[in-house]
Nanobody, 122 residues
């Protein structure tokens, strides 16, 4: 059964760092682009970052550009979101996702993680 399993969420102070991880299983991971999205209370889900099949091409939301880094490891079917200089407005449930083609956010993905809470305190 294909699935994405997230880990790494938690509580962190503003200005701190946190790394989220997502482990894929049950599908040809290296042939899928990978994505991170988030949803804060009362807000719509929004795109955070994406990486191409090899990880050589990445894309970020303007709100996280220069602070977050997406990476992937096709050898162990994982990808990560390194979050630095965290702000209170980064507080949200973060989801990992994968789709076959494209790193542009289309709102449609083939696989989703269960979500992990990230809370940034002041």
């Amino acid at each position: 059964q294909a699935q994405l399993a997230e880990s790494g969420g938690g509580l962190v102070q503003a200005g701190g760092s946190l790394t989220l991880s997502c482990a894929a299983s049950g599908f040809a991971f290296s042939q899928y682009t990978v994505h991170w999205l988030r949803q804060a209370p009362g807000n719509k889900r929004e795109f955070v970052a994406a990486a191409s099949w090899t990880g050589g091409t990445t894309e970020y939301a303007d709100s996280v550009k220069g602070r977050f880094i997406i990476s992937r490891n096709n050898a162990d079917d994982t990808f990560h979101l390194e979050m630095n200089s965290l702000k209170r407005e980064d507080t949200a449930v973060y989801y990992c996702a994968a789709k076959k083609y494209g790193i542009t956010d289309t709102g449609t993905y083939d696989y989703w993680g269960q979500g992990t809470q990230v809370t940034v305190s002041s």
